[in-house]
């Protein structure tokens, strides 16, 4: 063989291998990337409950709670009352963008109340976007929904 055809033929190879690469690299990454998608959402899940289990904690034993039950607000919660302050501190916005933090109270009283907080959201798979990318037909995230409710008796 000449020198030229041999200088063509690993050209040639090295295109092959660059878009091998590139295929097995990609395929990878999706693969490895599937399996930290549904912890991100475990973990998303696990983040409302416990912002839930604090806004009622805090909430039951608060001896005023504000007026006009329920409340509802989205995250971040700001200027809305110490309690739906603290529970939408637990979510993670990154994660679960536009999540809301309901505070209710089951049996308004101020010796023996029940408090009811909710956080209701979505989280969006990673994994989802780029299946939209490909043309598949998927649904726009997972709904989280937590709710906790607690009981404290005061000492009137």
Request: aromatic residues 8%; charged residues 15%.
């Amino acid at each position: 063989m000449s020198a030229l055809k041999l200088l063509k033929l690993r050209l040639n190879e090295r295109g092959q291998q660059l878009v091998e690469f590139t295929l097995v690299f990609v395929l990878t990454l999706v693969i490895l990337w599937i399996p930290a998608d549904f912890g991100l959402a475990f973990l998303t899940g696990q983040l409302a409950s416990n912002a839930a289990r604090e806004g009622a904690r805090i909430a039951s034993a608060s001896s005023t709670l504000p007026v006009g039950m329920p409340i509802t607000c989205t995250i971040p919660c700001s200027g809305q009352g110490y309690i739906l302050e603290e529970a939408s501190r637990r979510i993670w916005m990154a994660l679960m963008p536009n999540a809301q933090v309901t505070l209710d109270t089951a049996t308004p009283s101020t010796c023996n109340q029940q408090v009811i907080v909710r956080v209701n959201g979505t989280y969006n798979f990673f994994f989802y976007q780029i299946l939209r990318l490909m043309g598949a037909t998927v649904p726009n995230g997972t709904s989280i929904a937590r709710e906790t409710r607690l009981r404290w008796e005061h000492q009137c």
